[in-house]
């Protein structure tokens, strides 16, 4: 740690020997100083205790032990909207946001504008509308309807509306946790511009990500936390990428990984001519035993509706899939026709549809496997456990027990659940979505590890990642998707960066171009 942590004088937030014990110690004896005008870099392993130590400046949890100050006084908030009465807020991961109202009822919750001269007046529509047109504006969103139902826009553009929520009113304190996960690099860069403007204007900033090239770009300071205790604090100009990783995971990570000797057989998936609507275009390819394909392309190539159509959450209208060995046309009709003939989906939104977050995790493995865990038609609480201890003993989950709520877990972690969940149920053929979005680079390097684990048992396994470098890494072919078309497949000896990014342009470089789907086409909008 650098020194001028322990001075805290001239700081607008001042934490003091932070801890949090839940089951275990999650932190323990955190001291930090933040100050006017600055952005914090706050980095760290998945589990290493950064969303809760945000948590507890927001008002959201109460720490177990410490103390903090606020402008040089005691500070204790009770709550997030005690912390946001003083200044403090706090952009989650988890978006705070209500689907059925407007984006203007949304900015404006917690004090919608009146007409009349009392607090129970009318809304005043007008004055609603001009005040969030003008808080859209501030995060480059202004063409956006502010009379629009925030569930009607896509994942990136919700998370502006929230980031912009947190930007009305007086902020001394403003906690990002993970914001960039779901922009486009248009909305980034808006996200930074405002960024770049509240430092002028004297706000502090605490700036969570794994991403490092962003906090090089941002952050004046970094803190590292590695299991839940402060481990480096420094300028961020001294410390460089390779550096923050070995203090983020306590080991030298390279460049390349070893995913052990494999023998890929014969095609046990087959995709032909697969196709819904206008956003995927007869679509044709196979993965082999013990074979890692990936799938690359750009925001709105479909990759995501592909996964859909193999795994039953959409009808295709036209096309077939055969699975086994030898593959074999099946009906897919549904997710459970998928599962029973041995077809998995590990999906990108591992909050909204692949975790049930308040339950325990033997409840979360287990759904994928109740034949195994119920005697007599109900669950055996016994075996239930015993399942999940043994995947997470296996994938490395860090955890109190398999009681805990999956919930409390961190990003990683929780995707470490959502395959032990398939590792038990023994599906051939595995398909991940976007598998190591929102988590760190130690938690990255534990599922490439698990993927050629499962390549080597003979499985085949299907990778969609907007992350070139991450397909390149662990992949033995890589498919390549532009505008609902498959525009190339390469051997892992045939690629080059260039060659897969001219290939997902193909499909935009003709004179028609089939249209995305709704979620997909406003995350576009914005690029």
């Not at 490092?212 to 941002?218: K, V």
């Not at 109900?378 to 490395?396: H, S, W, Y």
């Not at 890494?473 to 390469?490: E, K, N, P, Q, Y």
Request: charged share 25%; with cysteine.
């Amino acid at each position: 740690m650098d020194s001028t942590d322990a001075d805290d004088t001239d700081a607008v937030l001042a934490v003091s020997g932070i801890g949090k014990t839940y089951a275990e110690p999650v932190l323990s004896d955190v001291t930090l100083a933040l100050r006017s005008g600055e952005v914090l870099a706050l980095t760290g392993e998945n589990g290493a205790g950064k969303s809760t130590l945000s948590k507890i400046i927001g008002g959201l949890v109460a720490p177990t032990g410490g103390a903090m100050r606020l402008g040089g006084k005691p500070y204790a908030p009770a709550s997030r909207g005690e912390a946001e009465a003083l200044g403090v807020r706090m952009v989650m991961q988890e978006l705070n946001l209500l689907p059925t109202l407007t984006v203007a009822e949304n900015l404006f919750f917690d004090n919608l504008p009146r007409r009349g001269p009392h607090a129970l007046g009318w809304i005043d529509r007008r004055r609603l509308a001009r005040d969030a047109h003008r808080a859209m504006a501030r995060v480059g969103l202004d063409s956006i309807d502010p009379d629009t139902p925030v569930g009607a826009l896509g994942i990136g553009h919700q998370q502006m509306v929230e980031i912009a929520r947190n930007l009305i009113g007086d902020t001394r304190v403003l906690i990002f946790d993970e914001p960039t996960a779901m922009l486009t690099d248009r909305e980034v860069d808006l996200l930074f511009d405002q960024i770049a403007r509240l430092k002028a204007n004297g706000v502090a900033i605490v700036y969570i990500s794994h991403r490092l090239e962003e906090l090089a770009r941002i952050a004046d300071r970094v803190a590292v936390l590695r299991d839940g205790r402060l481990v480096h604090t420094a300028r961020m100009a001294d410390v460089s990428s390779e550096r923050l990783v070995t203090l983020m995971v306590g080991r030298v990570i390279g460049e390349r990984i070893d995913l052990g000797e494999r023998r890929i057989g014969a095609p046990l998936l087959k995709v032909q001519g697969l196709g819904r609507g206008d956003v995927v275009h007869d679509v044709s390819f196979e993965v082999r035993e013990g074979e890692i394909l990936g799938v690359s392309g750009l925001i709105g190539a479909g990759r995501t509706e592909l996964m859909r159509l193999i795994y039953g959450a959409d009808r295709a209208d036209s096309g077939t899939i055969a699975v086994g060995r030898p593959p074999t046309p099946v009906h897919i009709g549904s997710p459970a026709d998928a599962v029973r003939h041995g077809i998995a989906l590990i999906t990108e939104d591992r909050k909204g549809e692949g975790l049930l977050l308040p339950h325990s995790i033997a409840a979360n493995v287990s759904l994928g496997n109740i034949g195994s865990v119920a005697r007599w038609g109900f669950i055996d609480a016994r075996r239930e456990q015993a399942l999940a201890r043994t995947q997470m003993d296996a994938l490395r989950v860090r955890a109190s027990g398999p009681t805990q709520p999956v919930g409390e877990l961190s990003g990683g972690n929780q995707q470490k659940v959502v395959i032990g969940r398939w590792l038990a149920r023994e599906a051939d053929v595995l398909l991940f979505d976007e598998p190591t979005r929102g988590i760190d680079v130690g938690a990255k390097f534990d599922i490439y590890g698990l993927m050629g684990a499962l390549a080597r048992e003979g499985r085949a396994l299907v990778v969609v990642s907007s992350d070139l470098r991450e397909l390149m890494l662990i992949c033995d072919r890589i498919a390549v998707m532009s505008a609902g078309r498959l525009t190339g497949m390469f051997e892992r000896d045939e690629w080059s960066q260039d060659a897969l990014l001219a290939a997902a342009f193909a499909g935009h470089m003709k004179g028609t171009r089939p249209t995305a789907p709704d979620h997909e086409r406003n995350a576009r909008s914005a690029s």
